[in-house]
Every structure is written in structure tokens, then in C-alpha cells.
């Protein structure tokens, strides 16, 4: 009787723990996507709050790869819905911009960059009282010189906390 009481226990105990690390592992911030076709996650996602033109963002950055990186901007007050990624809106009146760095091809230790020249941003939800956003997103970059890459990023998701 005394074993089948302790089992009992153990098993109490391990359960709650497992949903505890399940719990923490659902509030860890999520970023995935396709440059070009190949998937990255990068990890770890770094989430902070920018002031742009005193409106506050949402900056999600990720680092992958040999010295590449993806930052997404979005306001921190975004409604959940569609929302353009593009350069023809100013920081400030714009709901989100996207800029990928790569390395260079002609001088090492050096990166460019590209920023989102049009694209799409989907806010499944906003939470602004427990600070958490979740979304979709594509975009396609620009070329600033003629033989500058043009860059395709798809199937973008992210699920953070800011």
C-alpha cells in the first residue's frame, strides 16, 4: 500500500512538472522563414521596444547562417489583421518594415543590406496588456545597385513576446 501511495505521488509530481516546461516552452519567442526557398529559425530571437518617431515598435531580430540576420519592425498598437511591409511608408505612419543582412561576396567581414521593397504582414493577435504578438509575413527585397540581389522571403511566422 505504502509503494502504490508514493507511486501515486511521483507520478503527481511529474505530470505538474511536465506542464510547468510546457508552459515555459510556449512562452519562449518563436521566428521562422525561407530566404530564397531555405528555411531558418534562428534562436536565439531578440525582441525589444524601439522609439521611432516617439510611436513605439516592436524590433524582432534573428541571427543565422555566416553573419546574416532578419529584423522585423512592427508598431507596438498594430491591429490583427493584413498590413503592407514596404519603403513607401514613412516609420511612423507605417504598421512594419523588414530589412535581411548578408554577407558580402567582394569584402569579408562586411554585410549588406536589404530592406523589404513590398511584402505582407498578417497580425493574427496583439496582445498590448500581456505583450505578446503573433504573426505571418512575406516580402521581397530591392536592389540599391544594379547587381545588388533581389532576395524573396516567404513563409515567415513569428510568435514573440515583447
Same mark, same amino acid.
Given at each position: 500500500?505504502? &509503494? /502504490?501511495?508514493?507511486?501515486?505521488?511521483?507520478?503527481? /509530481?511529474?505530470?505538474?512538472?511536465?506542464?510547468?516546461?510546457?508552459?515555459?516552452?510556449?512562452?519562449?519567442?518563436?521566428?521562422?522563414?525561407?530566404?530564397?526557398?531555405?528555411?531558418?529559425?534562428?534562436?536565439?530571437?531578440?525582441?525589444?521596444?524601439?522609439?521611432?518617431?516617439?510611436?513605439?515598435?516592436?524590433?524582432?531580430?534573428?541571427?543565422?547562417?555566416?553573419?546574416?540576420?532578419?529584423?522585423?519592425?512592427? =508598431?507596438?498598437?498594430?491591429?490583427?489583421?493584413?498590413? &503592407?511591409?514596404?519603403? &513607401?511608408?514613412? /516609420?511612423?505612419?507605417?504598421?512594419?518594415? !523588414? =530589412?535581411?543582412?548578408?554577407?558580402? /561576396? @567582394?569584402?569579408?567581414?562586411? !554585410?549588406? @543590406?536589404?530592406?523589404?521593397?513590398?511584402?505582407?504582414?498578417?497580425?493574427?493577435?496583439?496582445?498590448?496588456?500581456? =505583450? =505578446?504578438? &503573433?504573426?505571418?509575413?512575406?516580402?521581397?527585397?530591392?536592389?540599391?545597385?544594379?547587381?545588388?540581389?533581389?532576395?524573396?522571403?516567404?513563409?515567415?511566422?513569428?510568435?514573440?513576446?515583447?
Amino acid at each position: 500500500m505504502k &509503494s /502504490l501511495l508514493i507511486a501515486i505521488i511521483g507520478l503527481t /509530481l511529474l505530470t505538474s512538472c511536465e506542464k510547468k516546461e510546457a508552459d515555459a516552452i510556449q512562452q519562449e519567442n518563436a521566428f521562422s522563414f525561407k530566404i530564397d526557398g531555405q528555411e531558418y529559425a534562428p534562436l536565439p530571437v531578440n525582441v525589444d521596444i524601439q522609439n521611432l518617431s516617439e510611436i513605439p515598435f516592436v524590433g524582432i531580430y534573428g541571427e543565422f547562417g555566416t553573419e546574416e540576420s532578419l529584423f522585423l519592425t512592427i =508598431r507596438q498598437d498594430v491591429q490583427p489583421g493584413t498590413h &503592407s511591409i514596404d519603403l &513607401s511608408n514613412k /516609420l511612423g505612419e507605417t504598421q512594419s518594415q !523588414a =530589412r535581411y543582412f548578408y554577407p558580402s /561576396l @567582394s569584402t569579408p567581414d562586411v !554585410a549588406n @543590406s536589404a530592406d523589404a521593397i513590398e511584402g505582407t504582414l498578417i497580425i493574427k493577435t496583439n496582445d498590448t496588456d500581456n =505583450r =505578446r504578438m &503573433s504573426g505571418t509575413f512575406f516580402f521581397d527585397t530591392f536592389q540599391i545597385e544594379n547587381d545588388d540581389p533581389i532576395f524573396q522571403i516567404t513563409d515567415g511566422v513569428f510568435d514573440v513576446s515583447y
